[in-house]
């Protein structure tokens, strides 16, 4: 699964999360997104290792935010899921004597270096209420989940 899609894929669990008076369960989680309660639990450890997301065991437990929506931007979001790149694209290592490979690469780093310190800047001005205030007003409702994935 590409960064960007887990990106987005928790953004979208964790609004779920700050919207839901109870905690949300693996299993739940899991059904939203169309995948296995491992993978989501998986994910969400690095979520609670940066102290985003609590985990409650037992009867009514399952996962909680540990702050408000308004405390969370999308960069810390996209840290907390661990390293990588901000960018899909890179530099060719097809003919890495190439002295023009060479140049391209530079030049294109100099331009990938430039573009993510913006994407940094605008994903740490963002927060997940940011998202919730976007939001057509309808749809900011709160919503549930069925079995076989996302109901409004």
């Given at each position: 699964?590409?960064?960007?899609?887990?990106?987005?894929?928790?953004?979208?669990?964790?609004?779920?999360m700050g919207q839901s008076e109870k905690a949300c369960t693996s299993q739940e989680i899991a059904a939203m997104l169309n995948t296995n309660?491992?993978?989501?639990?998986?994910?969400?450890?690095?979520?609670r290792d940066q102290g985003y997301v609590m985990s409650e065991k037992g009867h009514g437990g399952g996962w909680r935010l540990t702050r408000p929506l308004d405390q969370i931007t999308l960069l810390d979001v996209h840290r907390a899921l661990g390293p990588g790149a901000l960018f899909a694209i890179g530099p060719s290592r097809d003919s890495p004597d190439c002295l023009v490979e060479r140049a391209v690469n530079a030049s294109m780093a100099d331009a990938f270096a430039r573009a993510e310190a913006v994407l940094i800047k605008e994903l740490s001005a963002r927060t997940l209420a940011d998202i919730v205030?976007?939001?057509?007003?309808?749809?900011?409702?709160?919503?549930?989940?069925?079995?076989?994935?996302?109901?409004p």
């Open positions: 699964m590409s960064r960007d899609y887990r990106l987005s894929r928790m953004l979208h669990v964790l609004i779920h309660p491992v993978v989501v639990r998986r994910t969400l450890a690095g979520l205030d976007g939001m057509p007003h309808v749809a900011r409702r709160k919503t549930h989940h069925g079995s076989r994935g996302h109901t």
